[in-house]
């Protein structure tokens, strides 16, 4: 069920001389053997990026769409295999898996429309006189997508980068490559001019600081932590490249004393340990009104508890394993450091089992702020839930942090979301739902978490220049 993996460049797959492991989280097996690429290589992928983007840039915005559309059309005929996939190498429940690989498709189909849509506007001028603004594509895309989505995070940044004519350069993650290399399977098979999309893998560090700085780079598209985010804005502005950034986060849950505390707790409990917290936008700071505090905190805490943890090819499973051996340490320090500190531990809070990368549901409460996870994403399936005396003392707390790319809030009072709208400082609010974005909406963050959007009517603005015509009638 797991693909043959290679990098895919000017149109031919390709091997290397060197690979490395990708090993299942929830076995520790090793599953496959990834190649790794060479600076060679990456000018090969440079070399047909080039000579893609010419082709692609003067194809027609029909055409490109039609493609797109072929692509993700083949892609949810292999719905299944792509999620059998997805969960080998990344652990998470097939079920979760299945869904994922249908987001990456409506990505792909949003953005195919879009490609149809990417207006200019003619200006009012004086007679003889035309003043026409047009979009064109930026250029050949380096894009590097995260470990977490295997498949819907990097049909994020091909989907813009292609349905706006540029060609694209794909680094995706070396734990998780499968779901990448399904998308380029797709377009291949979908009938894609070679070198418009090419695939790599390799050391993280010598991709980013081989490609970034070449002239033909145009734009760098990332998602990922924001230590690394910033290490290559500085690469990129180094050579006056673009950046497309989606940032780390640590989103906090406003819980308001009007709404219904039972299910905002279960809804909250579940959507914490999905993906075992493995998500930029994972709820984890929960900021709930003091008289309904002890409601609400019990009732999560019940059901974070009964979470179904296991291999994600196990039915009934609904947590998967961590993505490392690295991350079990880190959440036991960050869970450690909040009980020194003063935090009670509900439950949770250990490893779970001896073989895979599985972390306990956990669940702390009281926790103060000189605790470093009020302040560090813990990445994992670990909530915190604080009591807070009124709306306003809720909003402090959620601004409180670097980071600014979702926030939730659950009431049904008019005044209060009114304020919410206004103060919360992020770039995704959500308000009684914990879902935080769709293929149609724009997608990003404020402050530490990032620059730019995808997704939306706005998410192709960054894969495009703006270039405005001033035509005379005559020589003035």
Request: hydrophobic share 40%.
């Amino acid at each position: 069920m797991y693909p043959d993996l290679k990098l895919f460049i000017g149109g031919k797959w390709r091997s290397t001389e060197t690979d490395m492991p990708v090993v299942n989280p929830a076995t520790e097996e090793e599953i496959a053997r990834l190649p790794r690429a060479s600076v060679s290589d990456l000018d090969d992928a440079l070399d047909a990026a080039v000579k893609g983007f010419r082709v692609w840039s003067q194809t027609s915005p029909r055409e490109r769409a039609d493609t797109i559309l072929r692509a993700a059309a083949l892609i949810r005929d292999r719905q299944e295999d792509i999620a059998q996939s997805i969960t080998l190498e990344h652990g998470k429940p097939l079920a979760q898996a299945r869904l994922e690989v249908i987001r990456g498709a409506e990505f792909f189909e949003w953005d195919a429309g879009e490609a149809m849509r990417s207006y200019g506007r003619i200006i009012p001028a004086a007679p003889g006189h035309k003043f026409a603004v047009h979009h064109q594509p930026v250029g050949v895309v380096a894009a590097f997508s995260p470990w977490n989505f295997p498949m819907s995070q990097p049909a994020r940044k091909i989907a813009g980068a292609l349905a706006s004519g540029c060609s694209v350069i794909l680094k995706a993650a070396e734990e998780t490559p499968a779901g990448a290399l399904h998308i380029v399977r797709a377009f291949e098979d979908a009938g894609l001019p070679a070198g418009v999309l090419n695939l790599v893998f390799g050391t993280p560090a010598e991709i980013s600081g081989h490609l970034i700085p070449q002239d033909p780079v145009r734009l760098v598209a990332f998602t990922g932590s924001t230590t690394v985010g910033r290490h290559l804005t500085t690469l990129a502005a180094q050579n006056d490249t673009r950046v497309l950034m989606e940032l780390g986060g640590h989103a906090p849950v406003i819980v308001c004393e009007d709404t219904d505390v039972h299910t905002a707790a279960v809804s909250s409990a579940v959507r914490k340990m999905r993906n075992a917290g493995q998500v930029c936008t994972s709820p984890t700071r929960f900021f709930a009104h003091e008289s309904i505090f002890e409601d609400y905190a019990a009732a999560f805490a019940t059901r974070a508890k009964a979470t179904v943890v296991g291999d994600g090819r196990q039915d009934r499973v609904e947590m998967g394993p961590t993505a490392n051996a690295r991350r079990i340490p880190a959440l036991a320090e960050l869970v450690d450091d909040a009980v020194a500190k003063g935090g009670t531990l509900v439950t949770g809070g250990a490893r779970l089992g001896n073989t895979g990368y599985f972390f306990e549901p956990t669940v702390l409460m009281n926790v103060p702020d000189t605790a470093r996870i009020m302040q560090e994403e813990p990445f994992g399936p670990v909530a915190v839930i604080n009591p807070v005396a009124s709306l306003g003392e809720a909003i402090e707390q959620a601004n409180a942090v670097p980071y600014g790319l979702a926030g939730y809030a659950f009431t049904n009072r008019a005044d209060y979301i009114d304020r919410l709208v206004d103060e919360v400082e992020v770039g995704n609010l959500s308000i009684n739902t914990l879902e935080a974005s769709m293929p149609e909406t724009p997608f990003g963050g404020v402050k530490s978490s990032g620059y730019g959007r995808e997704g939306g009517t706005e998410g192709l603005e960054n894969y495009m220049t703006v270039k405005n015509v001033w035509h005379s009638a005559r020589i003035v």
